[in-house]
């Protein structure tokens, strides 16, 4: 089985499905994006892109909202914080890395800051 991720004009996952390894092999047998992308067209109309659950493929696997970034290939899941930035996985991380003391930490975009949370 193949999954593949619908994405609107603006490149973002409008939504992903299952599609059978039949409906995505050549002649030959072999899994080729374009075959499935093309069955998917046929059949839901849209346009379509291939994710894999393990990353191996586009970095993260495709979730609904999530942006297909073409410069580098990979889906983005949505931007948690304005102040994050994108990592080479395709990641958000904070500018400033959160404490490993035990401790638990929210974020605080106003300070661009990890706050401890106190329970």
Known sequence: MAHFAEIDANNVVLRV???DNKDT???SGV????????HLEKVLGGVWKQTSYNGNMRKNYAGIGYTYR?????FVPPQPFASWVLN????WEAPT???TDGKMYSWDEETTNWVEVIL
């Not at 080479?88 to 990641?91: E, L, P, R, S, T």
């Open 31 to 38: 899994e080729k994006e374009h075959i499935g992308a093309a």
């Open 17 to 19: 499905v299952v599609v």
């Open 70 to 74: 073409a410069d580098i290939d990979a």
């Open 25 to 27: 092999s050549d002649a």
């Open 88 to 91: 080479g996985q395709a990641q």
């Open 97 to 99: 890395p959160m404490p």
